[in-house]
């Protein structure tokens, strides 16, 4: 991998921590710091051990809806509510082009693909269902040509796990798609997974263009019945002896996981992640914690995110409320999205404590002070935040709820002479309370 003093050096600022631990993490693998060689205007933002919880944005063209226009809002949207990283899982429309524009519209943030889809859609289109294996790679090499940071690599699913899983009693065998287009790859070929056959050129590609191999999760949960499976761990096994393998030979890897799954499971998922690579960054989906929430599965994703976030994941992959349902529109990124950086932050006051509680410190010495304006700027979305204290009455010293019996006002002339606690004070309880330990 590549250490830019300079990057390293702002994302020691922005996390606040020590530029020698951020170090000793990349080169132990343990913390990944996304950016391509290519790319000129990426954001220094790094993801792992110590550092806050991310959030991933998807977005891109389907089948059967290809609006790029669309999908640029979408990407303008991410970035205004404060994604992390972006990615096109773009599978309608001219590929090449759609993904240089999504690029674009996404800086200056940094940007992942799964090459997978096209190699597939491409492939199958030129040359039927024998596709050659290195027909998978050419793909890969062109998106980080383009500059792209990270991509989904499916080299955990083998030969022998595509072959047993379609044979099982799984409920959904597998609901990855990139995923599905390598089991089905492998199967009418019966051939080796293709990221297998060439991962040692593949990690050769990836330490030249300083890009992120991102492990896939074919076999990840689609139900909460699935979870934790053989076919789940298996494929995490191979996952950990690849990633270890990558750091191995300096190139930056993270491993993605979970998908459906209850939330007594969540916390052993991060542990068995972290103990069987080496402490390389998880990228989780959700988790979503029921399967019973079409239209809000975003809530369901949020709930299984906060834990994951608390118990060490690195970087939340959002969902947002049209999951399962179809694709979703702009409004439903940026509730998505809103709805996964809550996830993190909550994640992020257990995990990291103090130093993640600046933002509640504040909003609530604003809220105790009925300090509208304040709590607004705050908000994770002001204009919603402004239009629902508008929505009855938004002239009053308190608010709608409770009026002229709100619990402040009735306390006002009591509470005159008392020192309200400083914002440094507030967050300094937090290191005095009793350190949080999942069951
Ligand atoms: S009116 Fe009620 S809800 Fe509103 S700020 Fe006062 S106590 Fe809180």
Not at 134 to 150: N, P, Q, T, W
Not at 325 to 337: A, D, H, M, R
Not at 427 to 438: Q, S
């Amino acid at each position: 991998m590549i250490l830019d003093e300079n990057v390293l050096k702002d994302v020691a600022r922005i996390e606040g921590v020590d530029i020698d631990f951020l170090k000793r993490g990349v080169k132990a693998g343990r913390i990944i710091v996304f950016g391509n060689v290519k790319r000129k205007n990426v954001k220094p933002v790094a993801i792992g051990e110590g550092l806050t919880t991310k959030v991933n944005v998807n977005i891109g063209t389907s089948g059967t809806v290809v609006n790029i226009d669309m999908e640029v809002e979408k990407a303008k949207v991410a970035v205004e509510y404060s994604a992390d990283t972006i990615m096109d899982l773009s599978t309608g429309g001219n590929l090449d082009e759609i993904r240089r524009i999504l690029l674009k519209a996404s800086e200056p943030l940094p940007f992942g693909t799964v090459p997978t889809y096209q190699a597939w859609i491409e492939g199958v289109a030129k040359y039927g269902p024998s596709i050659p294996s290195d027909f998978f790679i050419s793909v890969v090499e062109r998106h980080l040509r383009d500059g792209v940071d990270f991509m989904t690599i499916h080299a955990g699913i083998t030969k022998e796990l595509a072959e047993k899983v379609v044979k099982s009693s799984r409920l959904m065998p597998s609901v990855s798609r990139g995923g599905t287009m390598l089991i089905v790859w492998m199967l009418e070929n019966n051939s080796e997974n293709p990221y297998i056959k060439h991962w040692d050129y593949l990690l050769e590609l990836f330490k030249e263009y300083n890009a992120v191999i991102s492990l896939g999760d074919a076999m990840r949960p689609g139900n909460i019945f699935d979870a934790h499976d053989e076919f789940q761990i298996a494929e995490l096994v191979n996952n950990a002896r690849l990633a270890r393998d990558a750091v191995a030979k300096g190139v930056q890897v993270m491993i993605e996981g979970p998908g459906h799954m209850t939330m007594d499971k969540i916390v052993a998922d991060i542990r068995l992640e972290k103990s069987l690579s080496g402490g390389v960054p998880y990228y989780v989906l959700g988790p979503l914690v029921t399967d019973a929430a079409p239209g809000y599965d975003h809530i369901a994703t949020a709930i299984g995110a906060a834990i994951a976030a608390a118990a060490g994941a690195d970087l939340i992959c959002y969902l947002t409320p049209a999951e399962h349902l179809g694709l979703p529109n702009v409004e439903q990124v940026k509730e998505g999205l809103i709805a996964a950086k809550i996830a993190a932050h909550a994640g992020d006051l257990v995990k990291l404590g103090p130093r993640a509680a600046r933002i509640d410190a504040a909003i609530s010495i604003a809220r105790a002070r009925l300090d509208w304006e304040t709590q607004i700027k705050l908000a994770p979305d002001p204009k919603k935040a402004l239009a629902i204290r508008n929505q009855f009455e938004g002239n009053l010293k308190s608010c709608t709820m409770c009026g002229q019996y709100c619990v402040f006002l009735l306390l006002d002339k009591y509470l005159r002479n008392r020192r309200e606690p400083t914002l440094d004070e507030l967050i300094e309880r937090l290191r005095k309370g009793a350190p949080f330990e999942f069951p």
